[in-house]
Every structure is written in structure tokens, then in C-alpha cells.
């Protein structure tokens, strides 16, 4: 009896944990788009934090930097999050309407903001509005 419990929960076992390896590249995914909404909402002090190292002078000496926040306000309901180079471009509209959108690559395991633009009127016209945002300096592709 033992034996035929145990058999059936082996296989939910295996069915679970293909599952997590189909969920991960969603989990990176929220992640990316979590770290963007810290990021709007954050202090200079935290933006320079969350600021990818490939910015060079702006992820350095955050220590000295303003513990204001930067957008009071700033609305953080993601609106999308696509692939964008080795990470994710996440589109978060401020309260005007105008499209923020922030390039997201990790580092050393956290999400860090690489890139920001605001989608215009002719990244509208492409097939990915956030990655021809950022992708007008051509450092990342889409």
C-alpha cells in the first residue's frame, strides 16, 4: 500500500518541477518589472543604487546622494514587459500619460535599470514600441 502512495506522489514530484523550470523565465520577467517600480518611486540615493554599472558615473558615490524622491507620485502600474537584449524593457506611463519605459539588466543577481526613454510617436509605429525606445543609441537589440 505503501508502495502505490508513494509512486503517484514521484510523478507530481517531477510534474512540479518541470513546471518550475517553465516558470522561471516568467518569475526574471516580474522581477525585472518589481525592480522597475522600485525605481520610479525611489530617492536619488535608491535610483543610483538601481543603476546598472554599464552607466558608468551615474551608479557612483550613491552614498552622497538625496535621500528626496525623485518622482513624487509616479505612478507604478506596469503596463508591459518585453524582452530586450539580455533583460527586459518594463513601459510604466507617468501620470501625464507619457510612456516611461526602462531597460532592465541584471547584475550580480539584482535588476538593475540600464536604459530610460519615453516612447514616442515613432517608436509607436514599430512592431516593439519599448525596444525602439531604447534601442535609438543601438546598445541593446530587441
Request: hydrophobic share 30%.
Amino acid at each position: 500500500m505503501i508502495a502505490s502512495s508513494t509512486r503517484p506522489f514521484k510523478r507530481v514530484l517531477v510534474v512540479s518541477g518541470l513546471g518550475l523550470v517553465a516558470l522561471t523565465g516568467c518569475s526574471q520577467q516580474g522581477d525585472a518589472a518589481e525592480a522597475a517600480q522600485q525605481y520610479v518611486t525611489g530617492t536619488y540615493q535608491s535610483q543610483c543604487e538601481m543603476t546598472h554599472p554599464s552607466r558608468g558615473e551615474a551608479a557612483k558615490d550613491c552614498q552622497d546622494a538625496d535621500t528626496e524622491t525623485v518622482w513624487p507620485g509616479h505612478p507604478t502600474e506596469v503596463t508591459e514587459t518585453v524582452k530586450w537584449g539580455e533583460g527586459y524593457a518594463v513601459t510604466i506611463p507617468d501620470e501625464d500619460g507619457t510612456k516611461d519605459v526602462f531597460g532592465m539588466l541584471d547584475h550580480d543577481g539584482e535588476w538593475k535599470v540600464a536604459e530610460f526613454d519615453i516612447i514616442d510617436a515613432e517608436d509607436e509605429l514599430t512592431d516593439n514600441p519599448a525596444c525602439a525606445a531604447l534601442n535609438q543609441d543601438g546598445q541593446e537589440t530587441c
